[in-house]
């Protein structure tokens, strides 16, 4: 029996695991928001409701739903700038050390949202929604005694009229690795320099492999790899688990 499809079955009963992405608008690709404790998707309705006055006693005969929206309540506990600049409605710019958030530089953050289950127990969704625009509604304590925590809420809109959609993925365990965020290179990409190759996110994956390839030249096979020509590289990041295999390609990267 399917998780996920027909009752009553002990495989229906979920404890939540998955990973959150967000992809701001104007942006060309997902980000990953990190580890998620907590993440609640609320449906909201707006109803107007009718009662008979014929008898004497009311009775609510129609009820009629006026307009569909909800809220997305995430729990953040990786602190990057990304997820700073969503709690505090800031742009994000690279420096030469880092980065610098400019706080309250927007007046809100719109973003597609994507989740994907990675739960061992219950049915795995992917939940996709193209339209979410993100309002601080928790507060960021840098001195505490406990992991410091994001809070961030967003109100769940239409986007040409469609909400997103939630999906149910094959169980855990039954399927090789899937990629959901595609692997990158990081570094400084001039000749002789080390590099790293960065594996994105994965479902379902217990180890990984590389091969480095500058144009069709198969390099090192190491996480890490120094450039001894300038070109251009990929690494090829190959994600295995009891199942099988999946391997993804990198952008390539241009070495001067």
């Known amino acids: 029996m399917t998780a996920g499809i ?24 997902f980000y990953p928001v990190g580890n998620v404790p907590t993440l609640d998707l609320t449906p909201t309705v707006e109803r107007l409701e009718h009662f008979s006055s014929m008898e004497g006693t009311k009775t609510k005969d129609e009820v ?14 990786e602190i990057t700038a990304n997820n ?24 809100s953050i719109t973003s597609a949202f994507e989740f994907y289950g990675t739960n061992d127990k219950g049915p795995r969704w992917h939940v996709s929604i193209p339209k979410v625009i ?15 925590k994001l809070e961030a809420t967003g109100e769940w809109s239409a986007l040409e009229g469609a909400f997103g959609t939630m999906t149910l993925l094959p169980e855990a365990g039954t399927v090789a690795p899937t990629n959901v965020l595609a692997p990158y290179i990081g570094g400084k990409l001039t000749n002789g320099s080390t590099a790293e190759v960065f594996v994105g996110a994965w479902i379902g994956a217990t180890g990984y492999t590389y091969q480095w390839k500058l144009s069709a030249t198969n390099k090192g096979t190491d996480k890490t790899q120094t450039f001894d020509s300038a070109g251009s590289w990929t690494c090829i990041v190959t994600a295995t688990n009891a199942i099988g295999s999946t391997s993804v390609t990198t952008a390539a990267v241009t070495v001067v």
């Open 6 to 29: 027909h009752s009553p079955s002990t495989k229906n009963l979920l404890i939540g695991k998955g990973v959150c992405l967000l992809k701001p608008e104007g942006a060309s690709s």
């Open 64 to 77: 009629i739903v006026l307009s569909k929206s909800g809220t997305i309540k995430m729990v953040m506990e």
């Open 84 to 107: 700073i600049a969503l709690l505090m409605l800031g742009d994000v710019a690279s420096t030469g050390y880092g980065a610098t958030i400019t706080l309250f530089s927007r007046a």
């Open 134 to 148: 993100w309002n601080p509604s928790g507060a960021f304590s840098p001195i505490s005694d406990a992991y410091a």
